[in-house]
């Protein structure tokens, strides 16, 4: 974990973190790592983080998919990410992009609110389809 701050104030409300290169993870029910959260930078204010230049590995069976952002706001009781910046994901199957996004961790789902973009590769079991298809 990075350095850590804290500032706590005499009224009582809630106190505010400041994390720099960090990491941190959720995890499924049987303990295995659900997703990874890296940042260059975390402003926590009580239940609500602001990121900075965010990477999210989600984590699905043998599969992983990246979602990088510039920036988000992340409320730590839902899991949901939300942003209005650039988001690209990115995962063996696909290149997405788009403009203001949602994402929810708990859920690992990701709405992507205008200019999406989609390029989709194809698998080597579709190529190996469509030939015995041919056949």
């Not at 303990?31 to 204010?45: C, D, F, P, R, Y």
Request: hydrophobic residues 35%; proline residues 1%; contains cysteine.
């Amino acid at each position: 974990m990075g350095m850590i701050g804290f500032l706590l104030f005499a009224n009582g409300s809630l106190p505010q973190a400041m994390l720099k290169d960090f990491t941190t993870r959720g995890l499924n029910e049987d303990g295995s790592v659900k997703w990874i959260l890296k940042g260059e930078k975390a402003n926590v204010l009580g239940t609500r983080v602001k990121l900075e230049q965010v990477l999210v590995t989600i984590f699905e069976g043998d599969s992983t998919t990246e979602i990088r952002t510039p920036s988000c706001m992340l409320d730590r009781s839902s899991q949901v990410a939300t942003g209005s910046n650039r988001v690209d994901v990115r995962n063996r199957e696909l290149n997405m992009d788009g403009t203001g996004f949602d994402l929810d961790l708990s859920r690992k789902t990701i709405f992507i609110r205008k200019d999406v973009r989609i390029h989709y590769f194809k698998t080597t079991a579709d190529v190996l389809g469509s030939e015995q298809e041919a056949n």
